[in-house]
């Protein structure tokens, strides 16, 4: 038992991970269900007679009002990154209970405490809830699109890049007291991103052996994460390049696609996802690390992640190349290779045809 005035930060925990076919899944209350269309469709069959709600923002604005219309006992959030993170929110505005049903391992969201928003330019965190539980039906995942199948993996992946940043800020001298690098922090980081490595075709092969690995490597990272109290681990430079292009190209479009830790919004009908933007990021911002990347674009290869999405033009990556240094400054991102260097267009272009050509 703590003590009443105990004002320790609780570390945060992984939700109870339950194995079993949607078929079984038998839910009697009254559920607000908030997904998208192409994942209702894949488990319409569900005995669950909810209040449905498809999600298709993430600005705070979305969230709130769709908190405000939820009435109900317990809330299901299906399918990818988007619909999940969004349910975490109006379960946690609601005091509900949350239970989260991955159709696609596209991101680590339906494992994560925060919901992820865009607001000026940038993505911040909301503390939302984790679900309380997570429901994992294999073959629905193995059944994913391959383009999207192992997406979350670029979440793993990412340590490759962030945990460079965070290391080098730590020679810097750039880290706050609370975000010291320990060198037990880069063991696990390292032997994570080991295992991705050595087994990425697997993962990408979509079999029920790669998933679960998958599953369980986006489990190690987040708790990796909950034990350091933030998330330098996984989430550095390459994010940062992620959250800047999609401010980029979202920029007067009706329907910006602004996603955190989410996926698939669409710019022009072209789906995009986290992890193609995130692997795309990993790919520049090693070689701008002057890191090994060519071994990064063959994980990517072999998971099946495009980190070529079309709907991203060569332009937009120079561009927002050419801006991350005023980005990352503007919205006092933490310090990663971003901070100090300066891309030139000369150093933007060649960046580019290095990891593209
Ligand atoms: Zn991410």
Redesign the pocket.
């Known amino acids: 038992m703590l003590p009443d005035d105990c004002s320790h930060e609780k570390i945060g925990r992984l939700p109870s991970i339950v194995s079993c076919s949607l078929a079984d899944i038998k839910e009697r209350r009254e559920a607000v269900v908030l997904t998208t269309e192409p994942a209702w469709d894949v488990v319409k069959d569900l005995d669950v007679h909810p209040q449905l709600i498809y999600v298709d923002g993430n600005t705070k604005a979305d969230m709130t009002a769709l908190a405000e219309a939820c009435e109900g006992e317990v809330v299901y959030g299906i399918g990818g990154g988007l619909a999940i993170d969004t349910a975490k929110y109006v379960a946690a505005a609601n005091g509900l209970p949350l239970i989260a049903l991955p159709t696609v391992l596209s991101?680590?969201a339906f494992l994560t405490n925060a919901t992820g928003v865009r607001e000026n330019g940038c993505v911040h965190y909301l503390r939302s809830k984790a679900p309380d539980t997570v429901i994992i039906d294999m073959d629905v995942l193995c059944s994913a699109p391959a383009s999207m199948r192992a997406g979350g993996a670029?979440?793993v992946l990412?340590i490759a890049t962030a945990m460079w940043d965070w290391q080098e800020a730590e020679k810097m001298g750039a880290n706050p007291s609370t975000q010291q690098v320990t060198p037990q922090a880069i063991g696990i980081g390292s032997t994570l991103l080991q295992t991705l490595l050595e087994n990425a075709r697997e993962i990408g092969s979509g079999t029920p052996t790669g998933l679960k690995l998958l599953l369980d490597l986006l489990c190690m990272e987040v708790q990796l994460c909950y034990l350091c109290g933030h998330s330098r681990v996984?989430?550095g430079s390459e994010?940062y390049f992620?959250y800047a292009i999609e401010n980029h190209v979202g920029v007067g479009l009706p329907n910006p696609y602004d996603k955190?830790?989410t996926e698939s919004e669409t710019i022009g009908g072209e789906p995009l996802l986290?992890?193609e933007l995130?692997g795309l990021g990993i790919l520049l911002m090693a070689a701008l690390q002057s890191q090994p990347w060519m071994q990064y674009r063959h994980a990517l290869e072999c998971l099946q992640i495009n980190y070529r999405p079309s709907a991203v033009a060569r332009d937009a990556i120079a561009e927002t190349l050419i801006d991350l240094f005023d980005y990352v400054a503007q919205h006092q991102l933490p310090y990663t290779v971003a901070t100090t260097l300066r891309i030139t267009p000369d150093i933007a272009d060649r960046t580019i045809q290095t990891i593209l050509d």
Do not use: I, K, L
Request: hydrophobic share 30%; glycine share 8%; proline share 0%.
């Open positions: 991101t680590d670029a979440d990412s996984e989430e994010h992620v955190a830790h986290h992890g995130v």
